[in-house]
């Protein structure tokens, strides 16, 4: 069978559903400290393993690939074009796994952020998404998501 799939998505499907220390999540890290923030990484103690955990400010970040977690309108958020049962089936609970640990960890008292990987794909991006991402890690809101808005597609059609 031919290579149905392309290079990016390929990339993509190799790092793996919860991919730990990807390029995306290696930079937000490396903005974070740069600017004085501390965190723990992949902590076992907490819910779903956030990639971050900011334990003075009771927040955790995910930061989640489009393909994997489904953002929603991206344009990174694409499906194969075979085996769509199969795709369908793990898409759903990927994205059933995420809002279940987000309800716990909001239950435990968590601020939860998501930080799509579309945000973090180039140098000024990682800066415009780390500013949002400070500010709202100072704030006392409970829940934060960061996309980029250019890979958006049109969501009425
Ligand atoms: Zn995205």
């Known amino acids: 069978m031919a290579d149905i799939v392309d290079q990016q998505t390929r990339s993509r499907m190799m790092a793996g559903i919860r991919g730990k220390n990807t390029?995306?999540?290696?930079?937000l890290r490396r903005a974070l400290h740069a600017r004085g923030f501390r965190f723990r990484l992949h902590s076992k103690n907490v819910c779903g393993r956030p990639d971050l955990v900011?334990?003075?400010?009771?927040?955790?970040?995910?930061?989640?690939?489009?393909?994997?977690?489904?953002?929603?309108?991206?344009?990174?958020?694409?499906?194969?074009?075979?085996?769509?049962?199969?795709?369908?089936?793990?898409?759903?609970?990927?994205?059933?796994?995420?809002?279940?640990?987000?309800?716990?960890?909001?239950?435990?008292?968590?601020?939860?952020?998501?930080?799509?990987?579309?945000?973090?794909?180039?140098?000024?991006?990682?800066?415009?998404?780390t500013d949002l991402f400070s500010t709202w890690l100072r704030s006392n809101e409970l829940q934060l998501q960061i996309g980029d808005e250019d890979s958006r597609t049109n969501l009425e059609t």
């Open 54 to 129: 900011f334990p003075k400010y009771r927040a955790v970040v995910f930061v989640h690939g489009c393909f994997w977690h489904r953002h929603e309108g991206c344009r990174y958020t694409t499906t194969p074009s075979t085996r769509q049962e199969f795709w369908r089936a793990k898409f759903t609970a990927n994205v059933a796994r995420d809002a279940s640990v987000r309800g716990k960890l909001l239950k435990d008292g968590w601020r939860v952020a998501t930080v799509w990987e579309c945000a973090l794909r180039k140098p000024d991006q990682v800066n415009a998404t």
């Open 23 to 27: 390029k995306p999540e290696l930079a």
